[in-house]
């Protein structure tokens, strides 16, 4: 969506400005206000804006000398001016700045609203005109994929950029696949011809995946920021969609056989019926590549495969509650003790396969990499690739040999988890706080900056840079987490659930919980028996 930022020091025109247009209507979210240019100034170069409604005469500054100062930071911004003075040096200065139009106190609306609908149009031809070049149009177009892909993007903007790459959002069916560039061992950052070679090739895979992609009809491919390769396949059918999407994951599979010396891992994620749940298949699709060592090299790892399986993801059942106290309590040898005798229960049942052994010791990896990501965001376990926690995992070939790296990981975090916590500063340490005691309350960076007495923009930067996560991003998974254990532990409904930590709505609650796990709330209860 565009963006307008509003500036008027008289506060019955700024409130009512900001109230008395439906912006949304007409694609525009309001960034901010502020009473002079001084205020405006300094707020908009964190925030930025498409669009500036200033009133010419203010105290400290006036809204000519802000827009003179806003050109060479934003030459694209466009800008209309308020004024209670029909004066033609105003004017003139004005139309010397570049502005859209001049609109005299009191300020007629119809005149206001068709002034910003004109200059939303001309924002919006510029940018396609700009776009023309099909390099330009490429980066736009997989930055809007990865968006969409996401989940990280406004619905009402993401519905003018597909439409604008002219992507169909009328599908009845979506669906989304993952192609993953496997090489044996691991890269070191020191080791550069190597890291180049590796880059090389996921680029080849990518461009030959999006040439033979290009036959299809119905299909979208891009590279994710992992640097995998995604394809978004849509239709009216979902056994069509999925018959198609199979068959061209197949040719690609063989032509790059073929063609190249590398090995693909390849992911079918859930099929979804709207184009606003396509982030729930892209999740799907890699949450699957967690699980490629204990697959054939040659398998589509489907997620309706997994699904219909006893066990979803391969995986036997483990109480993974009590395996993160027994991880928090700091307590080796009841740990170890634990993951003994669950490997010795799970073996002595007859159904068991080789896979589902696998699969439980990724299962504990994946649970301790979460603590320790939870507790020391910063720690190497936390921040490692899944590869280099599991090579050594899958060269084992006896029982003890897949305990034995299971306990070093286990052993590995609470090593970690006893250290002092220094690794945040005082700021996000409140924060952090205040996430873990008031999570079932509102909580907003807006909230916590008024409680800290700092900027609400900065704090959520300073929160990102320590943790490696936004502040929505943290706090929603640490209240799904929550979520998780109530359903394991609790006999209480979802919708209390969700009220208990902090989500008013049951609806948003069931779609964060989808997202961030990969089941419904009930589902989840379900797979806990």
């Not at 934003?74 to 209670?84: A, Q």
């Not at 056989?257 to 994620?269: A, P, S, Y």
């Not at 697959?295 to 979803?312: G, L, V």
């Not at 490997?343 to 068991?352: D, G, M, N, T």
Request: a negative charge; hydrophobic letters at 35%.
């Amino acid at each position: 969506m565009r963006k307008v930022f509003i500036v008027d020091d008289e506060p019955f025109i700024l409130e009512g400005l900001t109230s008395v247009i439906a912006w949304e209507d007409f694609g525009i979210t309001l960034s901010g206000k502020a009473y002079d240019g001084s205020e405006a100034f300094e707020a908009l170069q964190y925030t930025g804006a498409d669009i500036l409604i200033t009133d010419i005469m203010m105290r400290q500054m006036g809204g000519l000398e802000l827009i003179e100062r806003l050109k060479p930071l934003y030459p694209k911004m466009k800008f209309i001016v308020l004024s209670g003075y029909n004066e033609f040096g105003y004017v003139k200065e004005g139309m010397r700045l570049g502005i859209e139009n001049y609109l005299l106190k009191p300020v007629n609306m119809k005149e206001l609203t068709e002034t910003v609908v004109n200059t939303v149009q001309k924002l919006d031809d510029a940018e396609r005109q700009s776009y023309i070049n099909q390099n330009q149009l490429d980066i736009l177009r997989d930055n809007v994929l990865n968006r969409w892909a996401t989940g990280h993007m406004d619905p009402t903007e993401l519905r003018h950029r597909l439409q604008f790459l002219e992507i169909p959002i009328d599908h009845t069916f979506y669906l989304v696949a993952a192609i993953k560039t496997v090489f044996d061992g691991a890269t070191s950052d020191a080791d550069g011809d190597a890291a180049i070679q590796e880059h090389k090739r996921k680029n080849d895979v990518y461009l030959q995946s999006k040439s033979m992609m290009e036959t299809s009809n119905g299909c979208f491919c891009f590279c994710d920021t992992d640097s995998d390769t995604m394809l978004i396949f849509t239709g009216a059918k979902a056994e069509i969609v999925q018959k198609e999407a199979l068959d061209l994951l197949g040719k690609i599979r063989k032509d790059i056989k073929q063609r190249m010396d590398v090995q693909i891992l390849i992911t079918l994620g859930s099929m979804e019926s709207s184009y606003l749940e396509v982030s729930q298949s892209y999740g799907h699709a890699k949450r699957l590549q967690e699980y490629f060592l204990t697959n054939s090299e040659d398998a589509i790892i489907r997620y309706d495969q997994m699904m219909a399986s006893d066990h979803p993801m391969g995986s036997a059942p483990i109480d993974m509650f009590e395996y993160e106290q027994l991880l928090l309590s700091k307590n080796k040898p009841a740990l170890r003790t634990y993951i003994d005798s669950l490997f010795a229960r799970l073996q002595s049942l007859e159904s068991i396969t080789p896979v589902q052994l696998h699969n439980c010791a990724i299962d504990l990896i994946l649970c301790t990499k979460q603590v320790v990501k939870d507790n020391k965001l910063n720690h190497e376990l936390a921040t490692s690739g899944y590869k280099q926690l599991f090579t050594a995992l899958f060269r084992a070939h006896t029982m003890s040999q897949l305990t034995t790296h299971v306990k070093f990981i286990a052993d590995s975090a609470i090593d970690y988890l006893s250290t002092e916590d220094d690794e945040f500063s005082p700021i996000v340490k409140q924060v952090l706080h205040q996430i873990k005691t008031r999570h079932a309350e509102e909580l907003s960076l807006k909230t916590l900056g008024h409680k800290l007495n700092i900027h609400p923009f900065y704090l959520g930067q300073l929160f990102q840079k320590e943790t490696g996560e936004s502040f929505s991003d943290y706090l929603n998974a640490y209240r799904i987490k929550k979520a998780q254990h109530l359903l394991k532990t609790t006999t209480m409904k979802t919708s209390e659930i969700s009220r208990n930590i902090g989500y008013l709505e049951p609806g948003y609650f069931y779609k964060m919980f989808r997202k961030y796990t990969g089941f419904s709330p009930t589902e989840y209860r379900g797979h806990q028996k």
